[in-house]
């Protein structure tokens, strides 16, 4: 078990969900971003998409961290929602579904299903839509580049 997962075993997890509407191109709220974890890793999730929007500091809420989440998705040309809310008791932080599902594959059991799944939840979290998009090899390293 990481460094990270023994942390978030004693800290409660929270689901951050990105909604966008763009009227000219859908009158629908679209999932753009999602993401299961520690508020601090909430924040170090979000934080890269806009570096000139300081990130809260401790102790946070999910309150500070919805609306610093929502002020670094802000574009004009777009209306968005952030909902942070706490993670189902069962609930694993995103990236550790992510890494479980890789060795899955390597082991050859995993099912179309699953496949389907964890496209869309790794879409979700390292290319949330107009948000950000990992660089190749930032879930081990922490560093994320901003998208917009």
Not at 131 to 141: K, P
């Amino acid at each position: 078990m990481t460094e990270q997962q023994q942390q978030r075993q004693h800290e409660p997890l929270y689901t951050l969900t990105v909604e966008m509407i763009h009227q000219k191109t859908s009158p629908e709220w679209l999932t753009v971003g999602l993401a299961t974890d520690t508020l601090a890793h909430l924040v170090e999730w979000a934080a890269p998409a806009n570096p000139e929007i300081t990130p809260p500091e401790a102790p946070l809420t999910a309150e500070a961290v919805r609306q610093f989440v929502a002020a670094v998705a802000a574009q004009p040309e777009y209306e968005w929602r952030v909902h942070v809310e706490p993670a189902p008791e069962d609930a694993r932080a995103t990236i550790d579904e992510l890494e479980d599902f890789a060795h899955r594959c390597e082991d050859g059991t995993v099912t179309v299903e699953d496949m389907d799944r964890h496209d869309i939840l790794s879409t979700l979290y390292f290319k949330p839509t107009r948000l950000f998009m990992f660089d190749s090899g930032s879930h081990t390293s922490g560093q994320y580049r901003g998208w917009n």
